[in-house]
């Protein structure tokens, strides 16, 4: 069992910049990919970025490329969302997520889930 808690949610205005936490304890973080994943009111969850095991190999939406960064550090059982240059559509509840099958792009095959983190972009 693995046990995600979000933090760093929160308003912020448009082009200004956020930073997510996922801590995470339980079984061995460092085993398992993780990922970034977000639900606006009335849409689909959709994924956001994803971040191996070792860290070497990242993911990223392509409407998040280049303003995004995941990063994570095993040694904190922490992994993180630098999110930069935000615009009113990244408004949404931003879920971490942990998959022991590696690196996946759809929300299915994650394993354990976070409560959710909100983060709102005001025009």
């Known amino acids: 069992q693995v046990q995600l808690v979000e933090s760093g949610g929160g308003l912020v205005q448009a082009g200004g910049s956020r930073g997510l936490s996922c801590a995470a304890s339980?079984?061995?973080?460092?085993?398992?990919?993780m990922g970034w994943f977000r639900q606006a009111p009335g849409k689909e969850r959709e994924f956001v970025a994803a971040?191996?095991?070792?860290?070497?190999?990242?993911n990223y939406a392509d409407s998040v490329k280049g303003r995004f960064t995941i990063s994570r550090d095993n040694a904190k059982n922490t992994v993180y969302l630098q999110m930069n240059s935000l615009k009113p559509e990244d408004t949404a509840v931003y879920y971490c997520?942990?998959?022991?099958?590696?690196?996946?792009?759809?929300?299915?095959?994650?394993?354990?889930w976070g409560q959710g983190t909100q983060v709102t972009v005001s025009a």
């Open positions: 997520a942990a998959n022991a099958a590696g690196i996946q792009t759809t929300w299915a095959p994650y394993d354990y």
């Open positions: 339980g079984r061995t973080f460092s085993s398992y990919a």
């Open positions: 971040i191996s095991w070792s860290g070497k190999t990242t």
